[in-house]
Nanobody
Framework: QLQLVQSGGGSVQPGGSLRLSCAASGFSLDHYDIGWFRQAPGKEREGVSCINKSDGSTNYEAYVKGRFTISRDPAKNKVYLQMNSLKPEATAVYYC???????????????????????WGHGTQVPVSS
């Protein structure tokens, strides 16, 4: 069965850190562009970060740049989202996604457009509060 399985969510205080994991089952993430998205209560889904499958280039939305880091481990067939200096407004359900986005070299789009992402994780709750 082809699926993405997420782990690593949970409550965290403002200023804290958390690492989300996304493991692929039944296919290799090496062949797919990766995206992380989030959806806060009552809000539209927004993009967070991405990886270009061809050259590993990464990109981030402005509201997480410098605090979040996306990475992948081909040996474990996993991708990660390291989140540091978390703010209460980061409270959301976080989703990983894999697909074919046809990026050119050195670029990926971390925005909210989900076109091209055919595989989705089930979502991980990340409440940030004191």
């Amino acid at each position: 069965q082809l699926q993405l399985v997420q782990s690593g969510g949970g409550s965290v205080q403002p200023g804290g850190s958390l690492r989300l994991s996304c493991a692929a089952s039944g296919f290799s993430l090496d062949h797919y562009d990766i995206g992380w998205f989030r959806q806060a209560p009552g809000k539209e889904r927004e993009g967070v970060s991405c990886i270009n499958k061809s050259d590993g280039s990464t990109n981030y939305e402005a509201y997480v740049k410098g605090r979040f880091t996306i990475s992948r481990d081909p040996a474990k067939n996993k991708v990660y989202l390291q989140m540091n200096s978390l703010k209460p407004e980061a409270t959301a359900v976080y989703y990983c996604a894999a697909g074919q986005r046809r990026y050119g070299p050195g670029f990926c789009n971390p925005g909210p457009i989900t076109h091209g992402y055919g595989y989705w994780g089930h979502g991980t709750q990340v409440p940030v509060s004191s």
